[in-house]
């Protein structure tokens, strides 16, 4: 599918079991958030670009698919640069950016159902004890994965809106619009659903 985020290879990730590459997130997420020494997240870092792009996604690809959420930990960097330090700038930067970066590398070499999946089964002994519903937060989950892509095209269609009308393209502009057309979205996949069954409640 055009719009899917998962691509087709032969890298580590992709051969590597859904199960441990959650559990690879999940650990790389607490040790980032751990340690604090540059020496250590910078080289975890260049780690992370070089796992996304052994996927075969390309640079030009992942920069597309990361740079939304980039430009957001840049100005969270650049809060603590201005509020903190330029070191703790330097250790925020860092580290959330290798996650980002983990992140998009575990979703390019996954396919949406297989996340389901392995999330339901991993659920499934809290749903025996009533703390959870696996089914439903499994589809939860496969469709923040799979509308993401969604999303980023309507931004793109209204960022190409502006230019067509001679508007200059800002993130004011352009935030409310995708907004509404997400909640809309929302709304109908949401309708759908219970049409359907999907959900027990």
């Not at 599918?1 to 999940?26: Q, T, Y």
Request: glycine share 6%.
């Amino acid at each position: 599918m055009l719009n899917a985020l998962d691509i087709e290879g032969d890298s580590p990730l992709h051969r590597m079991p859904v199960r441990g590459k959650l559990v690879l997130l999940f650990s790389a997420a607490v040790g980032l958030f751990v340690v604090s020494d540059l020496r250590l997240l910078v080289p975890a870092l260049a780690l992370s670009a070089w796992l996304l792009l052994s996927t075969g996604i390309g640079t030009g690809q992942a920069f597309r698919r990361t740079r939304f959420v980039l430009f957001t930990v840049l100005l969270v960097a650049a809060a603590n640069y201005v509020f903190v330090s330029p070191h703790e700038a330097a250790v925020v930067f860092c580290r959330l950016a290798a996650l980002v970066l983990l992140a998009a590398a575990v979703t390019a070499t996954t396919g949406i159902s297989a996340f389901m999946d392995e999330i339901a089964r991993l659920l499934t002994p809290l749903e025996r004890y009533g703390f959870v519903r696996a089914a439903d937060v499994s589809l939860a989950v496969g469709l923040v994965i799979r509308f993401v892509p969604e999303i980023l095209s309507r931004y793109r269609d209204i960022a190409e809106a502006h230019r067509a009308r001679g508007l200059p393209v800002r993130p004011l502009t352009t935030l409310v619009p995708l907004i509404i057309l997400t909640l809309k979205d929302a709304d109908t996949i949401a309708m759908a659903i219970d049409a359907r069954g999907f959900r027990r409640h």
